[in-house]
């Protein structure tokens, strides 16, 4: 018998899972993506406005119950979430389900470790099996409600389905019952924010959303866990998410496959500090340039056909003076970037990069033109046609992406990225510390407190 609402059977889900439930390789993938988040995290803490988001947070309530990667202020935990979810995603370069378009680890990390901070300074533990296992259902309701979604984006996903996988993850390490953690859901969606006008534009707010939603899961946990009793029909109701933020989904789809595919299974890595849509031009190109050995000076012209997403969400033009954040999201200037460097790092976003003749010179001769794809959340495939000045002409299809599950980052990529990130923090934590993170992701299961993951994370651990 169909149940009301879906939301109704990721209760149940939730609920019922168990650790010894989960296969090997979904706990593999949660290890990874969780290093992998540290590690932006740590990085992002140089992001535009981070330092000003955690003064301003200090401002609004005192509370010492977790801390700032690698900053060390001591907040709330709603408040300490919103910072580290926001220093997660400010650099665009954490992990994302493709198929869901959902920075599906960035709002769950950031609010499952304040509150597991939180629940040390009470004198309760959140153990590292914990910790996985609400990482693994947290991913799991947040990407399967978005692979049912059969419309494009209207509002920022990565927040909002965001939010869904927090609250599971705080409801499971919480041991919340059934009826409060539906409460949570519907508190949490309450609150639901997200914006894709702040997308368009290339505004610094757009990180800043699923710091919001990471604050409003702690506290729609924290409300729910008090008493507060919410709607019940908050993903197919009239004014539930699937109608109200998406607009059609298939319930099938939404459904048909909890406890069958685990959804953190299907996680890509970012290889590069851009949104996602910019990564299979940006891939395209550097196989193309290592298999025929040109340069960036060699090339005529450039066209890219893509999906309508990716044409939509990076397709902007090239101007001649960018912010980071829109530079992120212009599939042009990182692509140019890529091609005169081959490669992609942080500093493609310095003053200097952005405003460099050469790297303006060749993005204002990339077209980017649209498929025929049908599927309003596709990302792929990408082909790239790119013209050299000699009259050589050369073409690739991008089917995965580099770091997609189909065409994975190595162990050792994955660990040189993390320890990157590490070491170009604002506030290093040092080559120890980074080495001890590894080998406690690597050990979580027999890890009996997870604010030593955050200890490793303080300016100068080690």
């Given at each position: 018998m169909a149940s009301p609402d879906a939301i109704d059977d990721f209760v149940a889900h939730v609920i019922a899972t168990n650790l010894e439930d989960i296969p090997a390789e979904a706990i593999r993938a949660a290890k990874t993506f969780m290093l992998d988040c540290f590690g932006v995290g740590l990085s992002g803490g140089s992001g535009p406005w981070a330092d000003e988001m955690i003064a301003l947070s200090g401002q609004w309530g005192q509370g010492d119950d977790a801390r700032v990667w690698g900053h060390g202020q001591k907040l709330p935990a709603p408040a300490a979430?919103?910072?580290n979810a926001y220093q997660i995603h400010n650099a665009e370069f954490d992990c994302v389900h493709e198929g869901a378009v959902v920075h599906c680890?960035?709002?769950?990390?950031?609010?499952?470790?304040?509150v597991?901070?939180?629940?040390?300074g009470k004198g309760t533990a959140v153990s590292g099996k914990d910790l996985l296992l609400a990482a693994v259902l947290g991913v799991d309701v947040a990407c399967h409600i978005a692979v049912g979604v059969s419309t494009g984006l209207k509002f920022f996903r990565p927040g909002t389905a965001g939010a869904f996988a927090a609250v599971t993850a705080i409801g499971k390490m919480l041991n919340f019952d059934a009826d409060t953690l539906r409460h949570a859901y519907s508190t949490a969606y309450g609150q639901m924010c997200?914006?894709?006008?702040?997308?368009?534009?290339?505004?610094?707010?757009?990180?800043?959303?699923?710091?919001?939603?990471?604050?409003?899961?702690?506290?729609a946990c924290d409300m729910a866990a008090a008493g507060l009793e919410g709607p019940r029909n908050i993903l197919e109701g009239p004014f539930g998410y699937m109608n109200l933020f998406e607009g059609a989904y298939d319930r099938d789809v939404l459904?048909?496959?909890?406890?069958?595919?685990w959804r953190i299974t299907e996680i890509s890595h970012k290889p590069f500090p851009s949104?996602?849509?910019?990564?299979?031009i940006v891939d395209g190109c550097l196989r193309l340039q290592d298999a025929h050995g040109f340069t960036a000076d060699e090339v005529e012209s450039i066209v890219a056909t893509v999906p309508p997403l990716i044409h939509h969400l990076v397709g902007r033009p090239v101007e001649t003076v960018m912010s980071t954040n829109?530079?992120?999201?212009?599939?042009?200037?990182?692509?140019?970037?890529?091609?005169?460097?081959?490669?992609?790092?942080?500093?493609?976003?310095?003053?200097?990069?952005?405003t460099h003749p050469e790297n303006q010179e060749l993005a204002r001769r990339i077209q980017i033109n649209i498929d025929d794809n049908?599927?309003?959340?596709a990302l792929v495939p990408v082909t790239m046609n790119v013209t050299l000045k000699n009259g050589a002409v050369h073409n690739v299809t991008v089917d995965d992406m580099y770091g997609a599950p189909g065409n994975p980052m190595t162990h050792e990529a994955h660990l040189d990225k993390f320890r990157n990130n590490c070491a170009i923090a604002p506030r290093p934590i040092g080559p120890v510390a980074t080495e001890a993170l590894i080998d406690q992701i690597e050990d979580l299961e027999n890890l009996d407190d997870v604010t030593k993951l955050v200890d490793l994370m303080m300016p100068g651990a080690g």
């Amino acid at each position: 018998m169909a149940s009301p609402d879906a939301i109704d059977d990721f209760v149940a889900h939730v609920i019922a899972t168990n650790l010894e439930d989960i296969p090997a390789e979904a706990i593999r993938a949660a290890k990874t993506f969780m290093l992998d988040c540290f590690g932006v995290g740590l990085s992002g803490g140089s992001g535009p406005w981070a330092d000003e988001m955690i003064a301003l947070s200090g401002q609004w309530g005192q509370g010492d119950d977790a801390r700032v990667w690698g900053h060390g202020q001591k907040l709330p935990a709603p408040a300490a979430a919103l910072c580290n979810a926001y220093q997660i995603h400010n650099a665009e370069f954490d992990c994302v389900h493709e198929g869901a378009v959902v920075h599906c680890m960035t709002v769950l990390l950031g609010s499952a470790m304040s509150v597991a901070e939180r629940q040390h300074g009470k004198g309760t533990a959140v153990s590292g099996k914990d910790l996985l296992l609400a990482a693994v259902l947290g991913v799991d309701v947040a990407c399967h409600i978005a692979v049912g979604v059969s419309t494009g984006l209207k509002f920022f996903r990565p927040g909002t389905a965001g939010a869904f996988a927090a609250v599971t993850a705080i409801g499971k390490m919480l041991n919340f019952d059934a009826d409060t953690l539906r409460h949570a859901y519907s508190t949490a969606y309450g609150q639901m924010c997200g914006t894709m006008q702040a997308h368009t534009e290339g505004s610094m707010l757009l990180g800043m959303q699923v710091g919001f939603n990471a604050r409003n899961a702690v506290v729609a946990c924290d409300m729910a866990a008090a008493g507060l009793e919410g709607p019940r029909n908050i993903l197919e109701g009239p004014f539930g998410y699937m109608n109200l933020f998406e607009g059609a989904y298939d319930r099938d789809v939404l459904l048909g496959s909890i406890g069958k595919i685990w959804r953190i299974t299907e996680i890509s890595h970012k290889p590069f500090p851009s949104g996602r849509a910019t990564h299979g031009i940006v891939d395209g190109c550097l196989r193309l340039q290592d298999a025929h050995g040109f340069t960036a000076d060699e090339v005529e012209s450039i066209v890219a056909t893509v999906p309508p997403l990716i044409h939509h969400l990076v397709g902007r033009p090239v101007e001649t003076v960018m912010s980071t954040n829109y530079a992120r999201l212009c599939a042009m200037y990182v692509t140019a970037h890529a091609l005169r460097n081959k490669g992609l790092g942080v500093d493609a976003y310095d003053a200097g990069n952005l405003t460099h003749p050469e790297n303006q010179e060749l993005a204002r001769r990339i077209q980017i033109n649209i498929d025929d794809n049908p599927d309003p959340n596709a990302l792929v495939p990408v082909t790239m046609n790119v013209t050299l000045k000699n009259g050589a002409v050369h073409n690739v299809t991008v089917d995965d992406m580099y770091g997609a599950p189909g065409n994975p980052m190595t162990h050792e990529a994955h660990l040189d990225k993390f320890r990157n990130n590490c070491a170009i923090a604002p506030r290093p934590i040092g080559p120890v510390a980074t080495e001890a993170l590894i080998d406690q992701i690597e050990d979580l299961e027999n890890l009996d407190d997870v604010t030593k993951l955050v200890d490793l994370m303080m300016p100068g651990a080690g």
